[in-house]
């Protein structure tokens, strides 16, 4: 990657003593140790770029773009869901309260 990266979330993935990540920026997310080296070669790969990421419970990851809310698969970066919305906002901050 060439030029400023924009980074949403350092996600740590379960079931792994906190040795392995997944990195979000841009509209992509890489699966990585803490030593830098990739443990996968899958690719979390938005279908827009989100302005706002967050890790949810349900081992999933949400991303909010202009035009809609996609829910991903943490383990394997797969769309479980989308939920468009016609109003564009730009979020401080993405999370979840009280499994919603």
Known sequence: ???TIRPHAIIILPNTSGMEL???YEDEGIYIDIY???TKE???QWGETPASVAYLQ???VMGWGEKAI???SVET???EGVFMHKKAQKLKFLCE???K
Request: charged share 15%; no cysteine; hydrophobic share 35%.
């Open 1 to 3: 990657i060439q030029g």
């Open 22 to 24: 997944l990195l979000t």
């Open 36 to 38: 830098g080296h990739f």
């Open 42 to 44: 899958t690719v979390l």
């Open 58 to 60: 349900s081992n999933q």
């Open 70 to 72: 996609e829910l991903r």
């Open 77 to 79: 970066g797969n769309l």
């Open 97 to 99: 309260r009280n499994d």
